[in-house]
């Protein structure tokens, strides 16, 4: 089953305002990364932040993880239009980390010029 | 470097045909995964494989075979397509020291 839920569903603002989507995962986990699906594309990675850390930055991007509440935010800041897309969190499904994901249901993302 | 591809892009399918989704990949990652992912849906790991000649089941194994004979692929056979098998196919790798996954475009899939 999909250990990540991604809140909202779906999320419209305007171009320049921040966008915050947020994720809760069910089981311990060692890292936490964020994806972002274009229309029509395969994923691209965004970030990983490792249980061990609190916040994670990447030129707009700020991510934040809470073990003991079991939940992530990932934040777009001075949002544009191209950053409308899907966006998933993900966390290890069989515990290694590095042989298979199992990803939320995504946060659908659009940017209103 | 191309990084992950996939073929066939596009690919409609009679109910009981079978055929193979090819993954490739130049960036000699040891870690493949394949994935399906549904309308509205995250994706869901169907077989993975840590190296050539390891294979093992995802979360949603039933249907599908890989094998895994040399690193750089790692095909994914449908041996009896089935309209529940409809779907958007993909295949990623694995850096192992980050964790990063690097996925290709993806193979659509539509069984009739």
């Known amino acids: 089953s999909q250990q990540g839920e991604e809140d909202p569903q779906a999320l419209s603002i305007q171009e320049g305002e921040n966008a915050t989507m947020n994720c809760s995962y069910k089981?311990?986990?060692?890292?936490l990364q964020w994806y972002r699906q274009n229309s029509g594309r395969g994923l691209v990675h965004l970030i990983l932040?490792?249980?061990?850390?609190r916040e994670k930055h990447s030129g707009r991007l700020r991510v934040t993880l809470d073990t003991s509440k079991k939940s992530s935010s990932l934040l777009i800041t001075a949002s544009r239009a191209a950053d409308t897309a899907s966006y998933f969190c993900?966390?290890?499904?069989?515990?290694?980390?590095?042989?298979?994901?199992?990803f939320g249901k995504g946060t659908h993302l659009i940017i209103q010029p | 470097n191309a990084g992950v591809t996939q073929t066939p892009k596009f690919q409609v399918l009679k109910t009981g045909q079978s055929m193979t989704l090819q993954c490739a990949q130049d960036?000699?990652?040891?870690?493949m995964s394949w994935y399906r992912q549904d309308p509205g849906m995250g994706l869901r790991l169907i077989h993975y494989?840590?190296?050539?000649?390891?294979?093992d089941q995802g979360e949603v194994p039933n249907g599908y075979n890989v094998s895994r004979s040399t690193t750089e692929d790692f095909p994914l056979r449908l041996l009896s397509a089935a309209p529940s098998q409809t779907s958007v196919y993909f295949c990623?790798?694995?850096?192992?020291?980050?964790?990063?996954?690097?996925f290709g475009p993806g193979t659509r899939l539509t069984v009739t």
């Open positions: 993900a966390t290890e499904l069989l515990g290694g980390g590095a042989d298979g994901l199992t």
């Open positions: 089981t311990s986990i060692n890292n």
């Open positions: 932040i490792r249980s061990n850390e």
């Open positions: 960036m000699n990652h040891e870690y």
């Open positions: 494989s840590v190296g050539a000649g390891i294979t």
């Open positions: 990623a790798t694995t850096a192992v020291s980050t964790y990063e996954q690097y």
